[in-house]
Each structure stands twice: as C-alpha cells, then as structure tokens.
C-alpha cells in the first residue's frame, strides 16, 4: 500500500500535502489531501476527515476552506479525499450531479457504476488503513464532517461506524437524499428501484435506525439556495428529535452555500471535534 | 462611475463583493474584489489594497488567502484588482509572465501594450475613484500590500505615491525588475529598451530617490523557487539602507510562493496595515 506524493508545503507551521495511490476499493487511483501540524512530528495526532460536495475534488476545501490555521492550533490532521473515483475508464455523465464528482460516498450495486463507485469502502475501509499506514494518525481519534454531499456522507458513514468515527459534524449536508432531486437521481443510478437499499444510505433514516450516542453539530446558511430544494434540515432534526438525539443546528442568517460560508465556521467545526476527540 | 455587482456573498460576518465597472484607464471592462467586514454598514473605515500576482485575478486571494477573518477583526475593508486588463481586443502573449495575467502595475508606452497596459493610472488614480463613490472607504487610511508581481506593485506604487498610501508591505515581492528575467521581460516589451524608464518602476530605484518615511514589512518564503532568481530581496535591503528606510525582512523558513504561505501570514500584515493606519 505505497502512496505517492504529489506535493508537500508548508503551511501554517505544518505541511500541506497531496498524495496518490492505488485504490483497491475503486480500482481507479484516488488522490487525497492530508494536513499534519507541527506537532505531528512528535506525536500521533486526533484526525479529522472533510467529505467535499458535487464537483469538488480535495482540493476545493484544501485550498479555500483556511481550515490549516484551526487545526495547526488545535493539533488534529485534517484529510480531504475525492469525492468520486476518476480516469478514462469509469462511468461517468455529463451533468454535475452524477459520476465523476458525485459519488454520493456509497457503494453502487447498479451498472454502468458498480465497477467503480465504491466509495463509501473507500471512506470507511481503505483510507483509514493508508492513513495509519503512512501518517501519524491516533485512529482512535477521528472524526467527519463534511459539506452538501459531503454532509450527507459524513453522517451516513459516522452513523454506521460509531466505532470509526467518533465525532460528527456538516456543513449544509443533504439529510435525505432519498427525499431530494439531488440524491434520487443518484440512487435510482447508484441503487437502483430497490428503495429498501435507499435508508442505508440516508442519514435522516439511519438515524432513526442506529441513533448516535454523541451530540452532532450542523451548521446551515439560512440563504443557500439548495435549502428547500436539496437539503431539509427539519427532516433530520425530527429525525434524530424521535431518537432523543442531541443535535445542534445553527441556522446562520445571511450565509450561502458557498466556501466563504464553511471558512466562516472551520474554526467552530474544528475546535468542537478538537474538544471532544481529546477530551 | 456605475459599477455593476457580479457577486455579494456573506463571509466572516461582512460581504465579500465582486464588481465590474468600465475603466477610462485601460479601455476595458475591469472587475474587483471587496471585503466590506460588518461595521462598514456603520462607518467609513481603512482600506488595504492587495495586488495579485502573474496569472492571478482577483479571485486567487479572494478565495484562497483567508484574508476576510482578519479583515473583519480589525475593520479593514480589502480590495483586490485584477492584474491586468483583459478582453477581446487586448493585446496578449502565450506566455504566462507577459500581456493578460501579467499588467506589473505600469503604464505601457510601447505598441501593442500601450493602448490598455495601464495598470499604473488604474490603480493610482482610477479604483481610489470608484471605490469612494461605492463603497465607505477612508481614502485617507489606505495601504497597500501584494504578492510576487503584486508585491513590486505595492512597493513601487506606494513609493511614488505616499500620500496616497499610508502604509506598504509585500509578500515575495520582485522587488527589482529591471534585473531579474520576469522584469526584464516585461519592461523591454512595455516600456521598450530606454532604461532610464525602468528606474521608474522598479522599487530598489524607487526606494533609492524618494526614500519611505513609513515602515515597511515583507515576508519571503526561504524555500520560494524564485527567490534567488526573480525576487533578489537584498537588493532591496540594501537600497533601504543606504537611504536609511526602517524595512523588516522577514524570512519564513521552509515557507513557498504559494497561496498557502500568504495564508500563513496575511494576519500579520492585516493587523500591521490596521495598527499603523487606526493610529
């Protein structure tokens, strides 16, 4: 399990990097991004995995989020995978919402994507062991958060992996893909008509099922355009309401869907992991 | 002077804006970036001026440098120009150091750059213009800051205009044009081969006939590929201190040209811009 890396650079005290490597999950390379402090050169450190959203690779929230000042001060590596397996032989389409780019973070069962688009193993089995594998990682350690689909997958993967992942947050996530225009698209080509297949793949029916033990904390521009249409936060706070879950939604008024809103709020997202992985 | 919004998005509390306006100094359409942090709905407040970069736009450090937080803490409304004017009928090059993306922040006399490469009357006497018809800026309170490219704008437009720009820092500036290969490429097509032009855009000259009666700040990246080739920093140094011009070189060990070594130290420059021009 070799990685190549990519690129490497200093940033905020501790070292920006890219790297490569082969997928076994995807069959496809995967490239991701990986934060390391300082401090991780002395000691394995607490990690924190951001999911990005349609048509973000790592690079989007690496490079517009400022999340490196936040997590240089509070001692936790930061990691951004892809959000879909990429290369001249995998499924793709051409709308921004599908393929490429839109992995969803599951593990299709339908062609033409099965082949390729396993991304929730991705996330949930390869990652962590090239993590540990090649980086200073403390794996008892590690949270997610992520933003739109990468909210979505965030919650989805933390939901039914509590053991994995031990804290949760979002950015603006899809809460129920199986009940927007955004995630039926993608399950109907991922999953298929077997909607039985769909709740294992929606946060708001996975918690219903598994609940969370901890509390979760989802941040929400009021003025997001995807807010009504897309994301439905109200689904998912009844949701985990029903389960006696501790949810913190702020609804921020003003804010949009956009990077300037996460980089508005890294610094929140990342001191409350902080606190909690360390705690 | 209407300018036309292309963008307002909430960031950090304040409105990161996007604007497009006719320039009467370039011929051409320009756009620009501002930071408006809250309290600008409330009072005129300083401004800092960053200048990006060859290839850069406006959106390079809008998006990537973090500057907002900062801008917001210390009340400082930040305004990024593009680098160059753009457009159909402007001339250009295939090479990313001469004609679009690569302006150098002067007024072209030689065919075909003459007609709009004039980047200096832009800067100097245009945008002040249309930012105090839009925007609750302070004129009197205005520095000015900027990287590589940007960086030799900074020093060498606040040199000639002081009373125009209160106080001056850079990043990685080319500080000496007309004796690396990036200036002296520029300047032979620009300003054609009468040398005694060059002086006038060149910081270490500048700096050697009208002196700074202010301080000035620059932060460089050690580990910065051009720095022994294009930006030459002694040089600077040396011209500050034969004229006795309290500068701070920092050297920022293991620190590149990036966007991420901007994003390690814009908040200094922020708060030593907001210190000197709040005093």
Not at 18 to 24: A, E, I, L, T
Not at 149 to 168: R, S
Not at 245 to 264: C, K, N, P, W
């Amino acid at each position: 399990m070799t990685i190549e890396t990519l690129s490497e650079q200093k940033c905020f005290g501790g070292i920006q990097g890219v790297y490569r490597h082969q997928s076994s999950s995807t069959g496809t390379d995967m490239e991701f991004a990986v934060f390391q402090p300082a401090e991780a050169a002395k000691k394995p450190l607490p990690v924190l995995v951001f999911l990005s959203g349609l048509t973000c690779t790592w690079e989007n929230f690496t490079t517009k989020a400022g999340a490196q000042r936040y997590a240089a001060e509070h001692g936790v590596i930061v990691v951004a995978p892809d959000t879909s397996p990429r290369g001249e032989g995998v499924a793709d389409d051409q709308a921004y919402d599908l393929g490429k780019g839109a992995g969803f973070y599951l593990n299709a069962t339908e062609d033409p994507w099965a082949k390729h688009y396993r991304m929730e193993d991705y996330v949930v089995k390869e990652l962590p062991a090239v993590l540990a594998n090649n980086f200073p990682v403390d794996l008892d350690r590690m949270g997610i958060t992520g933003h739109s689909m990468g909210g979505h997958g965030a919650l989805t993967l933390a939901i039914k992996n509590p053991d994995l992942f031990k804290t949760l947050s979002a950015f603006a996530p899809i809460v129920s893909p199986a009940n927007c225009p955004w995630g039926q698209k993608a399950f109907n080509n991922y999953l298929g008509d077997n909607i039985a297949t769909w709740g294992q793949n929606d946060a708001s029916a996975l918690v219903e099922t598994f609940g969370w033990s901890g509390d979760i904390l989802i941040d929400q521009g009021a003025s997001d355009t995807f807010l009504e249409t897309e994301l439905l936060p109200d689904v998912f706070v009844r949701a985990c309401e029903r389960k006696s879950v501790a949810l913190t939604l702020r609804m921020q008024e003003g804010y949009d869907h956009s990077y300037y809103f996460i980089a508005s709020f890294i610094e929140d997202h990342i001191a409350w992991h902080a606190k909690r992985l360390k705690a």
